[in-house]
């Protein structure tokens, strides 16, 4: 079974803070994600990387950057935490190929920037 | 931009009663995935449609792929609690690999 893991569940932070958000997959796979969830508004791609050190903007960059040293790990970054970063982050990874796969999810972070 | 937009945003319905999300993308999409999300849980993959006019069926669950490939809709066929939850469509941004999610129908089943 694919496993994708967020470091954290529950992060409480202060304005102004750097904030780190880890996500690991052990499938090997090749396309990795970091979507936020806000109700009403679904799952909106901030970035997503498609290789190691390789990374491209999603629809919803501004304020945010990421990392991918390993394969297995990718890292969403908010350099200067804001109230309007509150939010559910979520992770996800997929295969890479000519055609289409499923995305598989990890459990989440909820963020509060207080 | 492309977007992909969902109706309803909610719908309470008896258990027992139908259910149907539609799905509507501005742009042709060359496939599209549906995605079940539990209350307090995480996007889960239910299945993914290709073909235009594709119809696809998962026990009560019933997807179709509309002939333009711009629309797609999930029906559930006589709804149970464990229905209960947040349906997502996903199509893709060409020639990218990334996926624009739709809004999101939220279900809740009354008992």
């Known amino acids: 079974d694919v496993k994708v893991t967020q470091s954290s569940r529950y992060l409480v932070k202060r304005t102004g803070e750097k904030v780190f958000l880890e996500c690991v997959q052990d499938m090997d796979h090749e396309n990795m994600f970091w979507y936020r969830q806000d109700p009403g508004l679904g799952l909106r791609l901030i970035y997503f990387?498609?290789?190691?050190?390789?990374?491209e903007k999603g629809d919803i960059p501004e304020g945010y950057s990421v990392s991918r040293e390993k394969k297995e790990r990718f890292s969403l970054i908010l350099e200067s935490a804001s109230t309007n970063q509150t939010s559910m982050y979520l992770c996800?990874?997929?295969?890479?190929?000519?055609?289409?796969?499923?995305?598989?999810f990890g459990p989440g972070t909820r963020l509060t920037v207080t | 931009g492309q977007q992909v937009m969902q109706i309803p945003q909610y719908q309470h319905v008896q258990e027992g009663e139908d259910f149907t999300t539609y799905c509507n993308s501005s742009?042709?999409?060359?496939?599209i995935q549906w995605y079940k999300q539990r209350p307090g849980g995480h996007p889960v993959f239910l299945i993914q449609l290709v073909k235009s006019g594709e119809v696809k069926k998962q026990k009560r669950l019933t997807f179709q792929f509309g002939e333009a490939k711009k629309n797609s809709s999930l029906h559930i066929t006589a709804t149970q609690t464990t229905d209960v939850g947040t349906y997502f469509c996903a199509g893709p941004s060409s020639g990218t690999y990334k996926y624009i999610f739709g809004t999101g129908t939220r279900l809740k089943v009354l008992a």
């Open positions: 990387s498609y290789d190691v050190k390789m990374k």
């Open positions: 996800a990874s997929s295969l890479w190929g000519g055609v289409s796969y499923e995305q598989y």
């Open positions: 742009t042709t999409l060359s496939n």
